[in-house]
């Protein structure tokens, strides 16, 4: 199935400067199969959000979805 | 304090106009930073006394490798706190740590008031007490730049000053140091105030030759290259923390409108992206540091009819952000700067004022509090407005605005609005409504500030919420962080500088520091602070916490009150344990 993923600016370094992109992941995948596919490297990433929704990245993937991936909160 | 095998601190009476130092070698189970720090505090502070009393101190102290290492750039300064009544400790980089290591000082405590207006020249030979009535009224910056035109030493040279807000004894009035670094919460400036001191220039110009260069050096190449040739730091360096915006806002961990919303519906119009792409001019740094956080942004600002304008440039950063910017519901990234600018020249720390001005703005929404006292109608995203009203609290305008200048928790005690008056044990919030580790972390840290523990990081790492292991982290945290500060690191890279690191570096040094040691003097420093606070009447069990917290939910959903308490009682418990060992 095919989901659509966006990434913040910081992580365009790890996509080639692809903000926005589609990708081809096996039916059922959760979320951080997805991820991994983007080249981003998963301690990197603070937390997802699939359609808007801050899930866990062990969340369950449909056809469609839209997955925005965020970076951790950094400071002191 | 490296190879001399004690610790040298310079005692400045600002009555008598008299300095005294001594080399303390029983200071050196502290370390150096906090732990010296912390320690010089508990023998000159006077509980009886009241916080702005000229007999209270003001200590400042470098760390066991200050300056010599990346990143070991910071300076502590201890006090008692104006704005808590309690422990005072607050962290400025810039190039004061660098002066203070190269003039021959370690620490320095300040006591008395004097005569009148005053500023400091301090160099390796001597002290010099300098009169500053000319000066007194002056902005932070302007009085930065005339004692730098007046006192020689270029580069290698750290002013630290205080604006109207300080002479004033805004509780909450910060010190800034070198233009763009700042001893920003708890209200070092009214400490500054209350003994006429508005400046301090310091000059170092000592040599110091590494005596095995070849194993410091090696350490020291090693460290460098975590920190350039990694990832740990470059988020910092690129758009800096003002990326904290976009995960907060999109989590629902972003106090917004005093935390009405933990939502800004304008969230990406003051992101670290649109200020990086909108304002961000230059980039810089502490001295000593290769990182480079410091972002400062540029807005236009009129100053004439007929298209008459200039270029005005400040500095910013997350908290600067959430403060000015989600706090207040300002909608651009432009008024955030408009607003930072009368902060910084006023010298006030940031977040307290947001919060505190978040506060007015729903009292007076609420009818608590009316024009005839506010001035000026207070109301989200007026920035105009704002700007009055913080000089309205700078200069202590009338009696309301003389209340917001003491802090939230006073003026909520007045005015009424407990349940909103957002702080932790009476200093005001930071800009991460995570959940419990935050609540926790801000309200049993010994200056009730998110760094003191970094809550806010627990809530993002715990992965299934689980009390005792919270406030484990929570308390593991404190002292680490106690041991870290006592170097003193810029905690931006505590991940560069793990154990084996901080132990490598000491070493190559010559202070040869086991592991074992430093987890005792994390614990030193932790009880010493803990003895302050207890001297200075601070009791953990009877803080209240603003309901608001428990009604908009957070970046880890909604919390619960009860629970909230549960834990901050659980925390009490280690503490007494830890106390009685
Ligand atoms: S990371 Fe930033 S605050 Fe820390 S030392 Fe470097 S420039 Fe200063």
């Known amino acids: ?76 | 304090m490296i190879y001399e095998g004690y610790i040298k601190v310079l005692y400045i009476d600002m009555t008598t106009g008299k300095i005294k130092i001594e080399n303390r070698k029983d200071l050196c189970e502290y370390l150096g930073g906090v732990g010296v720090a912390t320690k010089l505090l508990e023998e000159t502070i006077r509980p009886d006394l009241d916080p702005l009393d000229e007999n209270q101190p003001i200590v400042f102290a470098i760390g066991a490798a200050s300056s010599i290492f990346p990143v070991i750039t910071k300076t502590v300064a201890m006090f008692r706190s104006p704005l808590t009544g309690e422990l005072g400790e607050s962290y400025a980089g810039g190039r004061m740590a660098l002066t203070m290591f190269l003039a021959g000082y370690d620490a320095m405590v300040i006591q008395g008031k004097a005569k009148k207006p005053s500023y400091l020249a301090i160099t390796r030979n001597n002290v010099g007490f300098k009169d500053a009535r000319a000066f007194w009224g002056m902005s932070s910056d302007e009085v930065g730049r005339v004692i730098r035109d007046r006192e020689p030493g270029g580069g290698k040279r750290s002013i630290i000053r205080i604006g109207p807000a300080g002479e004033n004894m805004v509780h909450y009035a910060s010190v800034c140091v070198d233009t763009y670094r700042h001893f920003g919460r708890l209200g070092l400036g009214a400490v500054f105030g209350s003994k006429n001191l508005k400046a301090i220039s310091i000059v170092g110009d000592r040599n110091l030759p590494i005596k095995n260069f070849k194993e410091y050096f090696k350490v020291y190449q090693d460290i460098y290259k975590k920190v350039t040739d990694t990832e740990i730091m470059a988020k910092y360096h690129d758009a800096g923390t003002p990326i904290n915006i976009e995960p907060l806002n999109a989590a629902g961990g972003l106090p917004t409108k005093n935390l009405k919303q933990n939502v800004f519906e304008h969230g990406d119009k003051i992101s670290g992206e649109t200020f990086a792409n909108q304002n961000l001019v230059r980039k810089m740094a502490c001295t000593g540091c290769p990182v480079g956080c410091i972002h400062i942004g540029q807005f236009r600002r009129e100053f004439d009819k007929g298209h008459e304008y200039e270029a005005v440039s400040v500095g910013y950063d997350y908290e600067l952000i959430f403060a000015l910017g989600s706090f207040l519901g300002i909608k651009t990234s432009d008024e955030v700067l408009q607003l930072i600018e009368p902060v910084e020249h006023l010298g006030m720390d940031a977040m307290s004022t947001g919060v505190v001005l978040g506060w007015a703005t729903e009292a007076f929404a609420k009818k608590l509090i009316t024009e005839e006292q506010t001035l000026v109608p207070l109301s989200f995203g007026n920035t105009a407005n704002y700007i009055k009203a913080i000089e309205y609290i700078a200069a202590k305008k009338n009696e309301f605005y003389t209340a917001l200048s003491e802090g939230v928790e006073k003026a909520s005690d007045i005015y009424g609005g407990k349940d909103f008056a957002m702080a932790f044990s009476k200093n005001e919030m930071a800009g991460y409504h995570t959940g419990y580790g935050m609540i926790l972390g801000s309200t049993v840290g010994a200056r009730h500030s998110h760094l003191c523990n970094g809550g806010y990081s627990v809530d993002q790492s715990m992965k299934e919420f689980n009390k005792e292991k919270l406030v484990d982290a929570i308390f593991a945290e404190e002292k680490e962080r106690c041991m870290l500060n006592s170097l003193v690191i810029c905690l931006f890279a505590r991940k560069v500088y793990d154990r084996t690191t901080i132990l490598a570096a000491l070493n190559s040094i010559g202070n040869n520091l086991t592991d074992e040691d430093l987890t005792a003097i994390g614990e030193r420093i932790y009880k010493a602070k803990l003895r302050i606070k207890k001297a200075l009447g601070y009791d953990q069990m009877s803080v209240r916490l603003p309901k608001r917290l428990f009604e908009t939910p957070s970046y880890n959903g909604q919390l619960n009150e009860d629970t909230a308490y549960e834990l901050i009682a659980m925390y009490n418990q280690k503490i007494e344990e830890f106390m009685a060992k």
């Open chain 1, 1 to 76: 199935m095919r989901i659509q993923i966006s990434v913040t600016s910081w992580f365009k370094r790890f996509t080639d400067g692809i903000a926005e992109m589609e990708i081809e992941v096996s039916d059922g995948a959760a979320a951080v199969e997805a991820v991994l596919k983007t080249g981003i490297p998963l301690k990197e990433i603070g937390f997802v959000t699939v359609n808007d929704m801050k899930v866990d990245m062990d969340h369950l993937l449909h056809e469609g979805d839209r997955l925005r991936a965020y970076p951790t909160i950094i400071g002191g």
